[in-house]
């Protein structure tokens, strides 16, 4: 075995589960942020965590509002998501740029892509420094999901957004 560096375990790793992480802009509309720093962290109550960049808008609007909404895009955003990735929710509105379709969600004013996999409707509950990230842990407050989708992944190091193959 060699040593190696944290985008070389990445690839090690591949493929990681890729989410957006759906939060509302100050101007009311959804920002879309593409992030495989998330993980589920407890049964009872749901819970789940994402880690951003200190630096990051998604963060920021999360702390200052308090919800958000982990998604697991659809396979046609594959796209999308990487284009989300190349720029800031604070200068650019995303979803218009990217021609996103959204919808609506039941008991939230967030959107969220039309073609979603999986949505995880959530609460904040705690941010944590770690590193060069802040650790968001928060409380599902509802799962909502289209098994019928194909969602994506991010593969080779964050080098490819792409379903999984079964098999």
């Known amino acids: ?68 909404i982990v998604t697991v895009p659809g396979e046609s955003l594959a796209g999308a998501v990487m284009a989300c990735g190349a720029s800031t929710g604070a200068e650019t509105n995303k979803v218009a740029a990217n021609n996103i379709e959204m919808m609506a969600v039941e008991g939230s004013d967030i959107q969220i892509p039309a073609d979603t996999r999986l949505a995880m409707v959530a609460t904040l509950q705690q941010s944590v420094e770690v590193g060069d990230h802040i650790l968001h842990i928060c409380q599902v407050d509802k799962f909502l999901g289209d098994e019928d989708k194909k969602g994506l992944y991010a593969w080779n190091g964050f080098g490819k957004v792409a379903p999984a193959v079964e098999g």
């Open 1 to 68: 075995m060699k040593e190696l560096n944290i985008m070389e375990a990445t690839v090690l790793t591949s493929p990681n589960p890729l989410t957006l992480i759906c939060s509302k802009k100050e101007d009311g509309t959804t920002n879309l942020a593409p992030i495989c720093f998330v993980s589920y962290l407890s049964f009872t109550p749901p819970m789940i965590g994402f880690a951003a960049g200190k630096q990051s808008h998604t963060g920021k609007r999360v702390r200052e509002t308090g919800k958000v």
